[in-house]
């Protein structure tokens, strides 16, 4: 089902209803790794998004990884036709082929994969962001408008599309140096971002933020320029300090002092850390759900228990995982036993 259906329905059906859904990482497989490895962590992998998704995600979606490019179209497929539940691909087009691109499309349309989130993705090691040529001199696609025409061109209608949102503008608009966009760079992107939706996409999800009032100024401001689709909030419970050090400066995240300052008093104690990100992804989700959105979006950092424990104090989700595929409860029984003779441990490679 396309995602955008699932999200108006769920609007038009009762006002008072939540939409949630995960974000995950596709894992890595170690060089060399034998075929029976890989699948071991690829299993692993189903089997943490089947827990999660039993809790009533309304979709899933995994992000998209050019090293591992068949991989992550095989266990897009999987996570929709295995557990059955609604799943987006994201795909990134810098760097790729034309070939290599629809590959991919073609891959996840074979697969029942109907929603995509299309990207322009990270430039190659050593290639500068604005080097590259626009597409309509390489005929490939560069950039997530690029992306959203190229899909709408040769697949119609068949996929739901969801593009990015920067509340506090692209990472590339925040010069070196300062912490928030200037106004210019602010509204250069938010033109672009509707040029994206006027091209099809269906709706909007956003970068992580952690202070509230860009978000509801994006909000604001998209609205003002003519954007109508739903703007779904990107949401990252914070789950130790090096993830939040290395998002926080990837996405050029401005920090409010009282966030910032709380995390490096408690850095060293992982799990007050962990708590305390709960603690506050649970009242960001409040106060959205408050100003009256009903979609909430996890970047879960292929980790179970910070968002499920938000979602619990919502009230969201309630007992526990319910209706697992019994395959998948088995794979989950052997994983948990390995859990407790060797400690705590991540079953998804980071």
Not at 183 to 199: R, S, T
Not at 248 to 269: A, F, G, H, M
Not at 273 to 295: F, H, S
Request: aromatic fraction near 8%; hydrophobic fraction near 40%; charge should be negative.
């Amino acid at each position: 089902m396309r995602i955008i259906n699932k999200i108006k329905e769920s609007t038009n059906s009762d006002d008072s209803h939540v939409i949630f859904s995960f974000e995950y990482f596709t894992p890595k497989y170690p060089r060399g790794s034998t075929p029976d490895a890989r699948k071991e962590i690829s299993d692993a992998f189903i089997a943490k998004v089947a827990r999660m998704a039993a809790h009533g995600a309304s979709f899933c979606d995994i992000t998209w990884r050019p090293t591992s490019a068949d991989a992550t179209v095989d266990l897009a497929g999987r996570m929709q036709t295995e557990i059955g539940v609604d799943t987006m691909m994201h795909l990134t087009c810098l760097g790729m082929t034309l070939e290599s691109i629809n590959k991919a499309i073609d891959g996840a349309k074979s697969r029942g994969v109907s929603n995509i989130l299309a990207l322009r993705g990270d430039p190659p090691v050593g290639v500068a962001a604005n080097s590259t040529e626009p597409a309509e001199v390489k005929g490939v696609p560069v950039c997530g408008l690029d992306l959203v025409e190229h899909i709408r061109l040769r697949h119609g209608d068949f996929f739901g599309l969801a593009v990015a949102g920067y509340p506090e503008a692209h990472p590339s608009k925040i010069l070196e140096g300062t912490d928030v966009a200037t106004k210019e760079g602010y509204e250069e992107d938010l033109v672009y971002l509707k040029k994206k939706v006027d091209a099809g996409a269906d709706f909007i999800v956003t970068q992580l933020f952690y202070d509230m009032s860009f978000f509801f100024n994006f909000v604001d401001d998209c609205r003002k320029i003519g954007i109508q689709c739903p703007i779904v909030p990107g949401i990252l419970p914070i789950v130790s300090y090096r993830s939040f050090q290395t998002m926080t400066k990837t996405c050029r995240t401005k920090v409010p002092t009282e966030i910032r300052e709380t995390v490096e008093r408690l850095k060293s104690d992982e799990v007050a850390l962990a708590a305390y990100g709960v603690e506050l992804a649970t009242e960001m989700c409040t106060e959205i759900l408050r100003r009256g959105i009903r979609e909430l979006h996890f970047y879960t950092m292929n980790r179970e228990e910070p968002t499920l424990a938000v979602l619990r104090r919502l009230g969201l989700v309630k007992g526990d995982n319910g209706n697992v595929p019994r395959l998948l409860v088995v794979k989950e029984e052997r994983e948990e036993k390995k859990s407790v003779a060797n400690g705590p441990t991540n079953l998804i490679p980071a």
